[in-house]
């Protein structure tokens, strides 16, 4: 209508309708399709929340087995793409390697890429799905061989008779309970952790995954850049800063003194507040528990008892308590895939795999909006005007 409206970061501005994920912060709800996290966690798989996340309902067994097998069956990566990996330098971050491998996908399916094929290439219901099939099936074959490369190993193939997080574990080799499968209670931890981080509505990186897709370039690309907005640290990296937090303390007797800090504004306690939720961060109730289990299994970190003391002090501090400040997601997420054996560098990877579930969900409620269209903001421009231009010789 002509009005433009000054809104720096999009604080105050919702660009999508979207029926997917609702964080009501007041209560500390957050619910898939309408479902209770709760629930989604204790009673279904990642594959079957990303099933209900794309599709809008949760699968009846049929179409459960049939998506867990297509998925299954695009896992495997083209062997042009695993040479093209192993030129990365041997100490390539994980996450670059994924990005880029990401990026580097769209150019194996050329029956895939609206540039040439065509605008309407995704009205086209069969090739968006077999593209959410070969995404999901293939992003956690790249982010295995990403971190085999940084260790210096060799790549391994899929094994498509274990499910998609077993799957993961054995190509990165953790903690097997035998040489094949790895550790059941560790796959449903690591499967819980991807429920969890699969969707957040309008987070940064779903924003980048519509900005980028309205372009209407191919869903590779898309995730590429989504995969990119999720690398930076204020995004995807809070869980390795709690972490770098704990080693610091380094003794619950510090902690009294850090506080001190945090509320003279010296520093800040990571993991702790969000814009949206301003109760307790249901994620991090329940990955509290995952911790537990986890840490029963690999062995307690000293890090851990440092972490639930300064957690329970600072609930009972006025500083917090007035400022609805509660632990996030990431205030247990790190000390988890850390007891599990993940370098820090693989965290934002660990934060990619699931939360691509999240980005084709919106990429396709996008793409089936019916007024869709190019998402291009406005800008306020504050430089110079009607300056003289001056030919390079006579410049000083
Ligand atoms: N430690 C100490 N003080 C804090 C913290 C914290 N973690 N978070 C907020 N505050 C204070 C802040 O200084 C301000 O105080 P005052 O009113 O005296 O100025 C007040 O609380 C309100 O904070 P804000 O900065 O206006 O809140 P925000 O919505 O802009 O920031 C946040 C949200 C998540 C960036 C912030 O809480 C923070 O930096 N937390 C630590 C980093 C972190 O854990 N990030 C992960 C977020 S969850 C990831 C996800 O969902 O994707």
Known sequence: NGIMVFDPAFMNTAVATSKITLVDGEKGELRYRGYKIEDLVENCSFLEVAYLLINGELPTNKQLNDWENKVMRHTYIHENLVEQMKTFRYDAHPMGMLISSVAALSTFYEEANPALKGPDLYRNQNLRNKQIFRILGKLPTIAACAYRHRIGRPYNSPVNHLNYTENFLYMMDRLSESDYRPHPRLAKALDICFILHADHEMNCSTAAMRHVGSSLVDPYTAVACAAGALYGPLHGGANEGVLHMLEEIKDVSNIPQFLKDVKAKKRKLMGFGHRIYKNYDPRATILKKVAADVFDLCGRTPLYEIAVELEAQALKDEYFV????????????????????????????????????GWLAHWIEMLDDPSLK?????????????KEFVPLSERI
């Open 322 to 357: 007035t400022r609805l400040l509660f632990p996030n997601v990431d205030f247990y997420s790190g000390l988890i895939y850390q007891a599990m054996g993940f370098p820090t560098d693989m965290f934002p990877v660990l934060f990619s795999i699931p939360r691509a579930a």
């Open 374 to 386: 190019i998402f291009r903001p406005r800008q306020k421009y504050v430089g110079e005007t009607d």
